[in-house]
């Protein structure tokens, strides 16, 4: 095997050429696309995962190839990354796509060829040795030796592939610490003040690179699927989205996180497009007379028209949010996101219900900026839940009515977050016309798909009928609802 200029192995078949070996045999047949093909597929795999990329930043991403050459795999991620993201948040999704259509290799990594005989217990003490030197070539031919030797499944072509996570399961990589940490300090012997420090500075870098080493198994996994099933599928199917993209109902911890840290930015962002907008808005109609007025000066031409200009007063905002189960999470990133920009707003107003309503404006203003310690905080310190715990939308719309119909007035846009399910209790929509009638606006933004909005105990339809009803599933959407709902 032989690397090109880009860093993709590819096999020779000359006239001297060796034997296939049985490896050899079981490995796909790869159809090596060109240059071009490559990068064509980058872009259109990046824009179906919703980063936004133009037949320009294309153009200056082929020239970024011709300029660079193909002698440096890194140099061409750098330079490809550069020329087609806008944005820090699409990096990781642009380094798991660029590895399947510019990969290290293709077909069976050299390592797993030649030692076929490979075991678990073999790589994992080569694997702790790897560790330990920090050896980075080693570690990327251990990946792909495991995801060979412990990662394949199936027996019948089209049901078989390989799996990052039966590949880490198997191998448990994790449970190398203790040894590898040991394998650093033999021969040190360090002052007892100086022993805890090192050993937790030490255990983190340790925790570092089998994490490292986790994620290139994974990019191993998909490599390998890819060339079975298709670049073009894999890259569709099997590369996360980025954090704005992901449904809040299944966010992972670490998508919660990244999520946490976008909300300043993104709420400064929306600040700025809200501002704007009220600009414009403060320019009014044109004021005909003033504008004849000024056209005396020109000849009775209008060439400077004057406008009407009107100072309209900034809007208060009322949120009505669900937290129960996981729509807490949907729910307490929007209040955060909401807060981050109460200066464009004269007054904001947050309510919390489960199946009773309680004012927690007092606890966003003074929370934590982590969406999930804010919904464990209300839960606790707020009055949510009645005689039992499950959503009663009914009965919090109702007591709404009752104790805070006070907060609405007709300078009021009101937002409720929640999925619309009652657990079969009576949906109150007489209590929801009441708002509305109130309100200068009223905008229901629902995190569940529209397809399951009436199914099972979802009143999203009956809802629909008394407000709008926005499907609100993501970060992007989210932002993209709040910049065109909410009033200047």
């Not at 504008?291 to 000849?299: A, I, M």
């Not at 400077?304 to 307490?332: K, N, Q, T, W």
């Not at 929007?334 to 007054?347: G, I, N, W």
Request: hydrophobic fraction near 40%; aromatic fraction near 4%; include cysteine.
């Amino acid at each position: 095997m032989t690397e090109d200029g880009a860093g993709a192995r590819t096999t020779g078949a000359g006239a001297d050429a060796p034997a296939v070996t049985e490896a050899e045999a079981d490995a796909p047949a790869v159809t090596e696309a060109p240059l071009t093909g490559r990068l064509t597929g980058l872009v259109r795999a990046l824009r179906g995962h919703g980063i936004r990329i133009g037949p320009g930043e294309t153009v200056d991403a082929a020239a970024v190839l011709e300029v660079l050459g193909l002698a440096d795999r890194e140099r061409i991620r750098e330079g490809l990354a550069a020329a087609l993201l806008r944005a820090d948040r699409q990096r990781a999704v642009f380094d798991a796509t660029f590895e399947l259509y510019f990969p290290l290799g293709v077909g069976t990594p050299e390592g797993a060829r030649t030692t076929p005989e490979a075991d678990r217990d073999t790589i994992r003490d080569r694997l702790a040795e790897a560790l330990a030197a920090n050896d980075q070539a080693a570690l990327t031919r251990l990946a792909g030796e495991a995801v060979n030797a412990l990662g394949g499944y199936g027996s019948t072509p089209g049901a078989d592939g390989w799996s990052a996570h039966q590949t880490l399961s198997r191998l448990r990589p994790e449970t190398l610490l203790a040894r590898v940490l040991a394998a650093l300090r033999e021969g040190e012997r360090p002052d007892d003040a100086e022993a805890d420090v090192t050993e937790r500075i030490e255990a983190d870098e340790i925790r570092r690179r089998i994490q490292d080493f986790r994620a290139r198994v994974g990019v191993e996994a998909r490599r390998r699927v890819a060339e079975r099933r298709g670049t073009d599928r894999i890259a569709q199917l099997a590369v996360a989205p980025s954090a704005d993209q992901v449904d809040f109902l299944v966010a992972g911890r670490e998508q919660v996180a990244e999520l946490r840290r976008a909300v300043q930015p993104l709420a400064r962002k929306l600040a700025t497009r809200l501002a704007a907008r009220r600009r414009r808005a403060a320019r009014g109609q044109i004021d005909v007379r003033r504008t004849l007025r000024r056209s005396l000066s020109t000849g009775g031409v209008p060439l400077r028209p004057a406008y009407r200009r009107h100072r309209p007063a900034r809007p208060e905002i009322v949120l009505l949010c669900d937290m129960s189960g996981s729509v807490a999470g949907f729910a307490g990133f929007t209040m955060l996101l909401v807060q981050a920009m109460r200066d464009q707003f004269s007054k904001v107003r947050v309510f919390a219900f489960v199946n009773r309503t309680d004012e927690v404006t007092g606890l966003i203003t003074t929370g934590a900026a982590d969406p999930a310690e804010l919904g464990r905080r209300i839960l606790t310190e707020a009055t949510l839940c009645g005689y039992h715990g499950s959503s009663d939308y009914g009965a919090a719309l109702g007591e709404f009515t009752d104790r805070h119909l006070g907060a609405v007035g007709p300078r009021t846009s009101v937002l409720i977050l929640g999925d619309a399910r009652t657990n079969g209790f009576d949906p109150n929509l007489p209590a929801l016309r009441e708002i509305v009638a109130r309100a200068r606006r009223v905008h229901w933004l629902n995190p569940e798909r529209p397809a399951l909005w009436g199914s099972g105990d979802s009143a999203a339809p009956a809802y629909a009928e008394a407000v709008a009803m926005h499907p609100c599933r993501n970060a992007r959407r989210l932002s993209e609802l709040v910049a065109r709902l909410l009033p200047v």
